[in-house]
C-alpha cells in the first residue's frame, strides 16, 4: 500500500479522466476543440443564487470534498481540490474535451528579487509581434499555481489573441508581503525587456490577474508609475482583493456589506480571507501598505482598467469600490457585477455562460487598448 496519495490520484479516483488531469501542456489539433457549455441549463437564477452552471460546478467542488481552509495548514491547503478540479470532474463526466488549445505553450525561467522565478507563456495560433497580458493567478497569495489557472490563461490568449504571460510568483508563509508584489513587478519588467524576442509587442503590454493576481496585477501597475517605468496599457482586475480584511476589529471606512453577506459561500467565504491574510501580512501595519491594499492608495495617474466582480462573493464590494476610486480619479474604467456566478468563475468559460461572457468583455476591453478591436 502507498504511503501517500497523490493529488493526481485522488483526482482519478472522484471522476476526473486523465485527459482533464494533465492540463499543463500546449495541446492543440481539431481534436481538442474546447468544450462548449453544459447543454440543458439555463443560465438564470434568483437574486443572490448560483445560476444552474454555476451550481453544477460549485456541485462537483462540494462532492471532491474539501476541508475549510481555515482548518488546515497551507502545506495542506495547496493539495486540497479547487474549483478547476470541480470544472475538470464536470466536463470529464459530460465527455467532453478539457483543454483550450492555444497555438503554443512554453517555460522560462529569470532570476526574480528572492531567486528563480518560473513564466508559462501562452501564446496564439498565427505569427506574431502579438500583444501581451502579464497575468497573475489568485490563490489568496498562500495557495493555488500555474495549473490551477492554466484555463483562465488558455481563454485569455485566444479571446484577445495575445501572449499570456503566467507569474508564478512566491507564496506565504514561506514569503510574506511584499514579496508577491516585488516578484510580480520583477516580472513585468522582465516581459517589457525579453518580450520581443518571443514574439510579443513590448510597446503594448498589459496587466492582469484573478483575486490576489487581482491585487497583484493592481499593485504592479502602481509600481510602475511609482517607480518611473513604462506603464502597462490596460489593468484587468478580476474580483481583485483591494483592502486586506481587517483582522482584529472594525474599520469602518473599508469594511464592506459583502464581507457580513458571504461567511459561508463556497469557494470564497469571509473566514477564509481572514485565514489568507494571516499568512501574508508580516504584521498589522502591512494591511495599511497601498502596495498590499491598493484602496487605500493613490491611483491618479494609473492605466485604463476592467474590473470584474461575482456577484456572490466576498470580494465583491471591495472591487467595486476599487473600480469607483479609479473613476474618481478620472482613469478610464468599466467592468460589470456578473449575476449567479461566484468567486472563481472566471475560469469556468467551459462549463458557464457568464463566465464565456466574462471573458469576452475583458478581451474586448484589451483589444481596445491594445489598438486591435
Known amino acids: 500500500m502507498k504511503e501517500q496519495f497523490s493529488r493526481r490520484d485522488f483526482l482519478k479516483a472522484a471522476g476526473v479522466g486523465a485527459a482533464a488531469v494533465a492540463i499543463g501542456g500546449g495541446l492543440t489539433g481539431p481534436g481538442r476543440a474546447f468544450a462548449a457549455p453544459l447543454a ?16 453544477a460546478v460549485l456541485d462537483a ?17 495547496r493539495e486540497l481540490p479547487s474549483t478547476t478540479d470541480a470544472q475538470l470532474a464536470v466536463l ?30 501562452y501564446s496564439p495560433a ?11 493567478h489568485g490563490g489568496g497569495f498562500v495557495i493555488a499555481n500555474l495549473d490551477v489557472y492554466d484555463p483562465s490563461c488558455r481563454a485569455l490568449t485566444n479571446a484577445a489573441n495575445a501572449m ?34 518571443l514574439g510579443g509587442d513590448p510597446s503594448r503590454v498589459a496587466v492582469a490577474g484573478e483575486s490576489a493576481g487581482g491585487n497583484l496585477a493592481a499593485v504592479t501597475a502602481m509600481m510602475a508609475r511609482d517607480k518611473g517605468v513604462r506603464l502597462p496599457v490596460h489593468q484587468l ?20 456589506a459583502s464581507y457580513a453577506q458571504f461567511t459561508t459561500t463556497v469557494p470564497l467565504n469571509t473566514p477564509a480571507l481572514v485565514w489568507f491574510y494571516k499568512y501574508y501580512l508580516r504584521n498589522e ?57 461566484t468567486h472563481e468563475f472566471f475560469s469556468m468559460s467551459g462549463t458557464v455562460d457568464v463566465a464565456k461572457q466574462a471573458v469576452m468583455d475583458a478581451a474586448l476591453a484589451l483589444k481596445k487598448s491594445f489598438g486591435t478591436a
Open 40 to 55: 440543458g441549463l439555463a443560465a438564470q437564477a434568483a437574486p443572490g443564487q448560483p445560476n444552474p452552471q454555476m451550481q
Open 164 to 197: 499570456v504571460v503566467s507569474v508564478a510568483y512566491r507564496l506565504a508563509p514561506e514569503a510574506p508581503f511584499p514579496a508577491a508584489p516585488m516578484d510580480s513587478f520583477a516580472a513585468y519588467q522582465w516581459v517589457l525587456a525579453n518580450i520581443a524576442g
Open 61 to 77: 467542488f462540494k462532492a471532491l470534498d474539501p476541508l475549510p481552509l481555515p482548518t488546515v495548514t497551507p502545506r495542506v491547503a
Open 237 to 256: 482586475l478580476v474580483y481583485p482583493v483591494t483592502s486586506m480584511y481587517y483582522l482584529n476589529g472594525p474599520d469602518a471606512d473599508f469594511t464592506f
Open 285 to 341: 501595519g502591512d494591511r495599511l501598505n497601498p502596495y498590499a491594499s491598493p484602496l487605500r492608495g493613490d491611483v491618479r495617474g494609473l492605466p485604463p482598467a476592467t474590473v470584474i466582480n461575482a456577484e456572490i462573493d466576498p470580494l465583491r464590494d471591495e472591487g467595486e469600490a476599487y473600480k469607483n476610486k479609479l473613476a474618481a480619479a478620472g482613469i478610464a474604467v468599466g467592468g460589470s457585477r456578473y449575476p449567479g456566478v
Open 126 to 136: 498565427g505569427s506574431g509581434p502579438f500583444p501581451v497580458i502579464v497575468y497573475y
Open 92 to 121: 470529464s463526466k459530460l465527455g467532453k474535451p478539457c483543454v483550450e488549445p492555444v497555438g503554443k505553450v512554453q517555460h522560462k525561467t529569470f532570476h526574480g528579487p528572492g531567486g528563480q522565478l518560473l513564466l508559462r507563456i
